[in-house]
């Protein structure tokens, strides 16, 4: 009998959505993915409009985006992607600051890798080394499918977003059923159930557990307003109001209602059609993917705040794959007279390290600069890792730059980094460890947790690759564990800032 694995990587392909408006590119590297055993290419587009179309009908694995076209750029594309139908993207950019700058910008939008485009066109190798990125983004994927289906949360067993469990309440049949094949329609929503007035509402509500309900306002037995109140007092979620047009009869309703988890959506005059279905499913998909990360927001620190003010002398950051938005909301975050340097390994491809300084200093109040031989690191001030050189900071704060080994597949390695910090600094080196996948940093952020410095692991549970985080938490087991949109108001804790 065939080998389970064998068998299964035998017959799953990598499913790739090539996205450039150069008709001669997109059929290089339509070419080039052909060429492979692992990856197919299951779709092509020349704009963003038609990315963000093709993304949410074809559902590839991994996207690889063009930063400028026509229409709607990959800016933009990536973005409205990441919002409705989560994907790894790939942004591919030309040479030169300003692109580059760009495709910076689109890793904060939901990218989750750069890659150079060859300043003298794709050809076989360059189509081979995206396709090795491919494949990064691909285990990327596949390990944070296997973390979401551990906690049962985050995602289907197929690795998709978890489905969206709708209920419909309007005491009309026929609006039910618009709504009804205009969701089953999505591959990502679900209709659970219906109900013709409030007092059904609120026992479906308590019984199926939705994760949004539309909601009529003008209903017999019970009203949408009295329903709507009684549900978010009783087993809360996102209710979406479908209301008549402002100035109706039901206004005064529509204001009440108005508030943390619901909104007003107003019924078309004419009747649900072609274009307001999409708006309507689009309002869905952001009302529950606001809700899915309030669920997670709260802090999940796993020992008390202990330290006091000033025994943080230097912050090292490493981060990887899905790490460079976090990156920059900590470091928006922190106050212009941050008490202590901040020394950061940021994996990036070749060439775009001057692109990340001017990209994250555009975003804080801090110095940011690129680490130089023999610099001293300032409280306040950023240094990121250039290209290929490991960093080490001495105990007089001074930079080291040393082309020694690649250290968990990596040159500049976070590890090397954190391990010189726990020896120069001690208790006073203050560690954090971002998404990415693999490995590095985990050895030296248990280096700073045995040296008795602090260390702090993005929470796993949320973060977009959960590889480094978990193995660093497995290394320094008392790590702070906080969510990338809190890391900031922790390390200003720590920090005693």
Known sequence: MADRESLRGAAVKTRVLVVDDSPLIRA??????AATTDIEVVGEAGDGRAA???AAKLRPDVITMDVLMPVMDGLEAAERIMRECPTAIVVVARDGGDVRMLAMEALARGALEVFPKPTTGFDVTAAAALAATVRRMA????????HAEGRGTAASATGQPARIRVLIVDDSPVVREVLRAGFSREPDLEVVGEAGDGSQAVRLATDLRPDLITMDLLMPIMGGTDAALRIMRDCPCPILVLASAPGSSDQLAQDALVGEGLEVFHKPSEGFDDKSLPRLVGTIRRMVQVARARALAQPVIRRSLSLRPGEVGVVGVVGSTGAPRVLRDLLSGLPADFPAPIVVV????RGFANALVSWLAAATKLSVKLACEGDSARPGQVVVAG???HVELT???RVRLQRGDVVDGFRPSGTVLLSSLAAAFGRRALGIVLSGMGADGADGLGAIYAAGGTAVVEDPESAVVAGMPQRALARATG??????ERLAWLVNELAGN
């Open 52 to 54: 963000v179309e093709l």
């Open 387 to 389: 290209d290929d050189a």
């Open 479 to 484: 790590a702070f564990v906080e969510r990338g």
């Open 346 to 349: 940021q994996h990036t491809e």
């Open 395 to 397: 105990i007089d704060g």
């Open 28 to 33: 290089v590297l339509s070419e080039g993915f």
């Open 139 to 146: 285990r990327a994927r596949d390990s944070t499918r296997g």
